[in-house]
Every structure is written in C-alpha cells, then in structure tokens.
C-alpha cells in the first residue's frame, strides 16, 4: 500500500513562492508515475505536472515555466516548486500516484491515479 502526505502550502501575495511537498511511503514500484493535481471550488480536479521514474516531466500549460516538479528518491519524498504565484493558482493540492510509468506517465489523467494524499491549500491574494 502506497501512503502519500502532502506539506506546504499556505498563503501568498500574487508573485510568491511556495514549495509543496509529497511524503511517500510504500513500495517504490506502485508509485512509478506520480503527479500534482489541483482542484478550486467549483471545478473539477487538474492535473499540474507529473513525473514518471526515469525523470521526464510533463507540465499544464498553465504553469509551465512557473512551476517543477522534482523528487528526492532517498528521501521518498515528492515536490512541486511554485514561483510566480497568480491568484488564478489557488486550489487545493493534491499528490497522486499510480504503478503505471513510462512515457504514457506524463499524459494521465486524474482517473488513473490510485493512490491520493489529504491535500493541502494554496491561497494567493492579489
């Protein structure tokens, strides 16, 4: 079974930076792909940016540029560096992960994720 904790998030001025972070635990080979998701009220749940095991990232259009995923294996820990904050980024945070990886990785959708940490806010003020 695969256990994911996200931290960090918090509230910012439009501009800021945060940086979230994913604590996994579980066997490595159930969390190959893993990913960002971000869900505001009202809207339905988003996929932000994902990795899979080799490293190849993908990114949302919308905040390439702005934000990097990137993983300390040692650590098993997941993160999500956001700069450039807009008020359009406020959401609640998600952490995902499934066994599926390879290039197949960096298009999935929420659907496919089985495993899902509790969340954690982002709010940005402008």
């Given at each position: 079974?695969?256990?994911?904790v996200?931290?960090?998030?918090?509230?910012?001025?439009?501009?800021?930076?945060?940086?979230?972070?994913?604590?996994?635990?579980?066997?490595?080979?159930?969390?190959?792909?893993?990913?960002?998701?971000?869900?505001?009220?009202?809207s339905?749940?988003?996929?932000?940016?994902?990795?899979?095991?080799?490293g190849?990232?993908?990114?949302?259009?919308s905040?390439?540029?702005?934000?990097?995923?990137?993983?300390?294996?040692?650590?098993?820990?997941l993160?999500?560096?956001?700069?450039?904050?807009?008020?359009?980024?406020?959401?609640?945070?998600?952490?995902?992960?499934?066994p599926?990886?390879?290039?197949?990785?960096?298009?999935?959708?929420?659907?496919?994720y089985t495993?899902?940490?509790?969340?954690?806010?982002?709010?940005?003020?402008?």
């Amino acid at each position: 079974q695969v256990q994911l904790v996200e931290s960090g998030g918090g509230s910012v001025q439009s501009g800021g930076s945060l940086r979230l972070s994913c604590a996994a635990s579980g066997p490595y080979y159930r969390r190959n792909c893993m990913g960002w998701f971000r869900q505001a009220p009202g809207s339905e749940r988003e996929g932000v940016a994902r990795i899979e095991s080799g490293g190849r990232t993908s990114y949302a259009d919308s905040v390439k540029g702005r934000f990097t995923i990137f993983q300390d294996n040692a650590k098993n820990t997941l993160y999500l560096q956001m700069n450039s904050l807009q008020p359009d980024d406020t959401a609640m945070y998600y952490c995902a992960a499934t066994p599926y990886g390879g290039s197949l990785c960096l298009n999935k959708q929420a659907l496919e994720y089985t495993y899902w940490g509790q969340g954690t806010q982002v709010t940005v003020s402008s």
